[in-house]
T-cell receptor, first 117, second 109 residues
């Protein structure tokens, strides 16, 4: 597609439920990032993939958060046993090349707004 | 870690006015991007500008990497310019974007 797409756009979960958020990066983009944006704040880094390899997961807030990108394209962010503090917008971004090679401009999807009741 | 500060935090302009938004960062970077987050939450790429000057229509940006700051200029502002403007950087040797706290711009007719 022309841009980064994410689904669902909105998700309401009851506390304790598991959720899965999908990201389709720009075709051919090597790098994929997940960010979390709380209300009124800037996005904060969660995790980074180069192709199918998860090279950095230092931003994941707890072991309830898990991300994968098994074929180096589509990625899924999974949150187990959701808590109210997980309520936020989850943003996916992709960039054309490996981070340390060439331009590393990132392009963002529209986000998934997660509300945990 | 790197610190990114944006100023002013809030800005209210009359339609047609010009403005300058500033971004200061504390360490060397290999990427600096300016984004506009519209009222629907979409982050729109304005500039990829780790150094130098670029212009796109009514918007222009300048980054002076050696002095660790970047400026975003908006001329002849329109109501559709309203939203939050973020500066984000990738610290040299790191992978991810680190975002500033943003400038909330409101343009009134």
């Amino acid at each position: 597609g022309a841009g980064v797409s994410q689904s669902p756009r909105y998700k309401v979960a009851k506390r304790g439920q598991d959720v899965a958020l999908r990201c389709d990066p720009i075709s051919g983009h090597v790098s994929l990032f997940w960010y979390q944006q709380a209300l009124g704040q800037g996005p904060e880094f969660l995790t980074y993939f180069q192709n199918e390899a998860q090279l950095d997961k230092s931003g994941l807030p707890s072991d309830r958060f898990f991300a994968e990108r098994p074929e180096g394209s589509v990625s899924t962010l999974k949150i187990q046993r959701t808590q109210q503090e997980d309520s936020a917008v989850y943003l996916c971004a992709s960039s054309q090349r490996g981070v340390h090679m060439g331009t590393n401009e990132q392009f963002f999807g529209p986000g998934t707004r997660l509300t945990v009741l | 870690g790197i610190q990114v500060e944006q100023s002013p935090p809030d800005l209210i302009l009359q339609e047609g006015a010009n403005s300058t938004l500033r971004c200061n960062f504390s360490d060397s970077v290999n990427n600096l991007q300016w984004f506009h987050q519209n009222p629907w939450g979409q982050l729109i790429n304005l500039f990829y500008i780790p150094s130098g000057t670029k212009q796109n229509g009514r918007l222009s940006a300048t980054t002076v990497a050696t002095e660790r700051y970047s400026l975003l200029y908006i001329s002849s502002s329109q109501t559709t310019d309203s939203g939050v403007y973020f500066c984000a950087v990738i610290e040299t040797g790191a992978n991810n974007l680190f975002f500033g706290t943003g400038t909330r711009l409101t343009v009134i007719p």
